[in-house]
C-alpha cells in the first residue's frame, strides 16, 4: 500500500509539472486549421511520444545525458529557447516555423511531427518532467523499481490524450476569434515560461553568477 501511495504521489507531482491543461490552447492553435481526424491522430501521437520520453528518461536518461555531455541545465536553456521563439509567433498571431513548415503543411503525413516538437518536448515532457523522472527513478533502483515508474506515466499519458481528445469541442465553443484571443494570451504566459526555463538553466550552468 505504501509503494501504491508513493506512485500516486509521483503521479501527481508529474501531472503539476508536465501541466497538460496549460499546454491545450497551444493545441487548439497549432491544430486550428486541422480536421477531427487529424486531430485525434496527433492526440494519439502526443501522449505516446510523452510515455516514452518520460519512459526513457525514467531507464536510462541519466545514462542518455552523460553520453551525449548534456547536463539538465543546458537542456532547459535549450528548450527555454525553442518555446521562447514559438510563443513570439503566438503573441504575433502566426504560426511559427518552427512548430510547422509549408511542406509539412502541405504533406499530411509530416503534421505529426508538430505533436513531437514542441507540443511533447518541450511543452510536456520538457526539463523539468524529465529531470523529475530521472531523479525519481534514482530513488527506485534496479529493473522492478524502473518498472513500477510506468504506472504513472501510463496514467498521466491517458489523462493527456483524453484531455486533448476534448480540444475539437472547445474549439467549436470558442470560435475563431476567441482562439485569437487564447493563442495571444497563452503566447504571453509561453514566453514567461521559456524565460523561466532559461534562468534556471543559466543559473545551474553558471552559479557563481547568481550567488
Known amino acids: 500500500m505504501t509503494e501504491y501511495a508513493y506512485l500516486l504521489k ?10 497538460p491543461i496549460g499546454c491545450l490552447p497551444i493545441f487548439i492553435s497549432a491544430t486550428s486549421s486541422w480536421s477531427k481526424a487529424e486531430r485525434s491522430r496527433t492526440a494519439r501521437t502526443v501522449a505516446i511520444t510523452v510515455m516514452i520520453v518520460l519512459g526513457v528518461s525514467a ?27 514559438i510563443s513570439i509567433s503566438m503573441m504575433h498571431g502566426k504560426q511559427s516555423a518552427t512548430r510547422q513548415t509549408p511542406e509539412e503543411a502541405q504533406d499530411l503525413s509530416e503534421r505529426e ?7 511533447s518536448i ?33 496514467l498521466i499519458s491517458l489523462f ?7 480540444a475539437d469541442g472547445i474549439t467549436h465553443y470558442l470560435g475563431k476569434i476567441g482562439i485569437n484571443i487564447v493563442t495571444r494570451l497563452m503566447g504571453l504566459i509561453l514566453a514567461a515560461m521559456s524565460v523561466e526555463f532559461i534562468a534556471h538553466g543559466l543559473e545551474g550552468l553558471f552559479p557563481k553568477l547568481f550567488g
Open 113 to 119: 511531427v508538430i505533436a513531437i516538437v514542441p507540443l
Open 10 to 19: 509521483v503521479a501527481i507531482a508529474l501531472i503539476a509539472i508536465v501541466n
Open 59 to 85: 531507464f536510462i536518461g541519466d545514462l542518455i545525458l552523460d553520453f551525449f555531455g548534456i547536463t539538465i541545465p543546458s537542456f532547459q536553456v535549450g528548450g527555454g529557447i525553442l518555446l521562447l521563439l
Open 122 to 154: 518541450p511543452l510536456l515532457a520538457g526539463p523539468g518532467a524529465i529531470s523529475s523522472m530521472i531523479l525519481t527513478a534514482q530513488q527506485h533502483p534496479g529493473f522492478w523499481g524502473h518498472l513500477s515508474l510506468m504506472l504513472p506515466i501510463a
Open 160 to 166: 493527456i490524450w483524453g484531455l486533448l481528445l476534448l
